[in-house]
């Protein structure tokens, strides 16, 4: 089987958003099935989430998804972080 790499690209323009998400998922990033590369990164405005394999694409599905998740958990807590910031100014 050819190597199959799937990247998902976070873009925003505040930058803060981009640097706390890779600052909070980067840790994860241990682990890994031999048989997946994984990568967090930031590229110019965008964090990066790539994941590659050459023979298990099951395990890959099941990174994206986990790598997904991650990504919506982390930016539901800076809303509400957020969300509290603005009510505590009021």
């Known amino acids: 089987m050819k190597k199959i790499e799937v990247r998902i690209q976070v873009k925003t323009e505040d930058y803060k958003v981009i640097d706390t998400l890779f600052k909070s998922l980067n ?3 241990v682990n890994i099935p031999e048989n997946i590369s994984l990568k967090f990164f930031i590229e110019k405005d965008e ?3 790539s994941v590659s394999t050459e023979n298990d694409i099951e395990t890959l599905i099941s990174t994206l998804r986990e790598g ?3 990504i919506g958990l982390s930016l539901q807590v800076m809303m509400v ?3 509290e910031k603005n009510t505590n100014r009021n």
Do not use: A, G, M, R
Request: hydrophobic share 35%; glycine share 0%; charged share 35%.
């Open 27 to 29: 840790p994860d990033n």
């Open 47 to 49: 964090l990066v989430f």
């Open 68 to 70: 997904l998740e991650y």
């Open 81 to 83: 972080k957020e969300n």
